[in-house]
């Protein structure tokens, strides 16, 4: 069954849950998720809490340019895009899902996605289910680790390639360690889906 989250949880998100970090510098030459920067222009994006310490030891263009955090690769989910599978995920790193990943190995993710959705029936016709942790990630198929709630399926299918997209820029290989990085945060969905695709940017392409 789908977990719905109402406006009563921001408040627990804004506050005590996922980070949202002004970027130390700019991120030059990055229009395929960030657009043009201008050079007054600061980057914003959110880790999970558990992340920060790390993260905040490496710069911005360190994360969202060249995927990178010391040993930790990133990839990156953009809420203007996905503003419900940003949601989720934010709220799953609340939950105290998990904020490292693994690469899992290849031809896995059905099973993995079929242990926490298979029963999943959506409400809404253009609806689909959602899980974080990744199906293609190691930790992803574990109900403990994984939270779930309805999306767009446009946006399910903007995942699929997206992640596909970010685990080759970020050279993510099976048992390779990640972290999600969310850009464009303030886009994240502030309510559960209730049939709308309310994404301004609805083209995935980078």
């Known amino acids: 069954m789908a977990t719905k989250t109402g406006l009563g949880i921001l408040p627990i998100l804004l506050i005590g849950g996922a980070m949202v970090v002004l970027g130390p510098q700019l991120v030059p030459g990055f229009p395929d ?24 030891k490496c710069t911005a263009d360190q994360l969202l340019k060249q995927r990178q955090c010391d040993d930790l690769k990133v990839v990156l989910i953009d809420a203007a895009k996905m503003p419900f599978i940003a949601q989720n995920i ?19 993710d059905a099973g993995r996605r079929a242990a926490v959705c298979g029963n999943f ?25 994984v939270r779930i709630m309805e999306v767009p399926l446009r946006e399910q299918n903007c995942q699929g390639g997206t992640l596909r997209q970010e685990y080759r820029r970020a050279g993510i290989v099976e048992g390779s360690a990640f972290t999600v990085v969310i850009t464009n945060p303030e886009k994240i ?18």
């Open 33 to 56: 998720l960030l657009g043009d920067l201008t050079a007054d222009t600061a980057v914003a994006y959110q880790v999970a809490p558990g992340a920060k310490p790390k993260t905040d």
């Open 90 to 108: 934010s709220l799953a790193w609340v939950e105290g899902k998990p904020f490292a990943l693994h690469k899992g190995a290849p031809g896995s």
């Open 121 to 145: 029936k959506a409400q809404f016709a253009k609806g689909s289910c959602d899980e974080y942790a990744f199906a293609s990630s190691a930790e992803g198929g574990i109900p403990a680790n």
């Open 189 to 206: 969905a502030t309510g559960p889906y209730a049939g709308v695709d309310i994404a301004k940017e609805q083209s995935c392409g980078s």
